[in-house]
């Protein structure tokens, strides 16, 4: 087999260049690990790449080894990432297993056989060792690693150090807000007579109507996040009106029913993409799709497609959960009621997908059901 020639100097600053500008368009923790490695491997003329990263409490390491593989957690002090990181130290090794630091488990859980590695320990600004990158088993003739492999390398991992501290930062304040955001929903729900998980199975069915309506995976996610907020607007309704037992009267009803605008009007003015979503949805899931909702009696496509898909998700489980005030309906009646209100409450294109994912949504509604 011939192997390609190493590359040259122009060649490494176009394909760093290109990395670059690639990470810099990237958002999400996980995409920015994936394009590392692919760098480093690319670098490198490594067959494999890891990143490794150092866990919060610095007692372990981990990383995604492998495509579709879940993550791997190690000993901070175990095989030779642990040894590179714990002594701040790069390492070339032509034979991993005739090194007494190897530990052979990552292998025997992918089924991938090492041979030749090179580490090289990633630092923040204030020095603090961050993880590491470890590429296996070099695609040239004698599958080693070489100095100037080394010094490639080096190279890259300046830079994705600073990629990944400011990812992580991202990805906490992210984590932060959709904490946060859950938490506001919840309580919104649990000072009214809905049920305790209620908030997340329309987290879950938005979700499943969003994917099959063609949304993108990232929106899809979004609005997974921002949906329990629907109705966080009942926070500002007087607790004598939001658990009454029984039917409202006309007064009451109009007070409830401002819980849409009200939801919005908190949080309309917030630039995270989370809660801007999220005022979408609280100002728009009880308009309907023949313009008789409120508060705006907006139809159709002018309704939010989240705000149509949240009404849909909301409405599938307030029917089918039991509340004070009323059991729950059993699923043949939600059935009819959805056939019957298709294109009159709800987008008729949604229900056509409710319909063919029915089995997505029950599976959720089992394993997120109420316990008393
Ligand atoms: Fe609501
Ligand atoms: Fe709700």
Known sequence: MKHKK???????LELIFTFLT???????????IRVLADMGRALT????CTIWVVSDDKKKIWAKVAHGMDEIELDIHSGIVGNAIMNNQK???????SDNRFNPDVDKITGYVTKSMMVIPMSDNDNRIIGAFQVINHKNEQSIFDKRDMERLMLASTYAAETLVA???????????KEVVFTMGAIGESRSKETGNHVKRVAEYSKILALACGLSFEDAELLKDASPMHDI???????????KPGRFDAQERLIMDTHAELGYGMIKNSDRPLLKA????????HEKWDGTGYPRKLSGENIHIYGRITALA????????????????DDERIFALFKEERGKHFDPDLIDLFFDNLDKFLKIREKLKDEF
Request: hydrophobic residues 40%; aromatic residues 8%; negative net charge.
């Open 233 to 243: 607007g009942k926070v500002a309704i007087p607790d004598s009106i939001l658990n």
């Open 278 to 285: 999220a005022s979408i949805v609280a100002y728009e899931h």
């Open 45 to 48: 003329g490594a067959d494999r």
């Open 6 to 12: 190493s590359l040259d100097a122009n060649e490494i």
């Open 22 to 32: 690639e990470l810099s368009s990237l958002r999400n923790y996980d995409d920015i």
């Open 314 to 329: 909301d409405v599938f489980d307030a029917l089918g959960s039991d509340r004070i005030y009323k059991k729950a309906w």
């Open 91 to 97: 390492i070339i090794i032509d034979d991993v297993y």
């Open 167 to 177: 990812a992580k930062l991202t990805k906490e304040i992210e984590d932060t807000q």
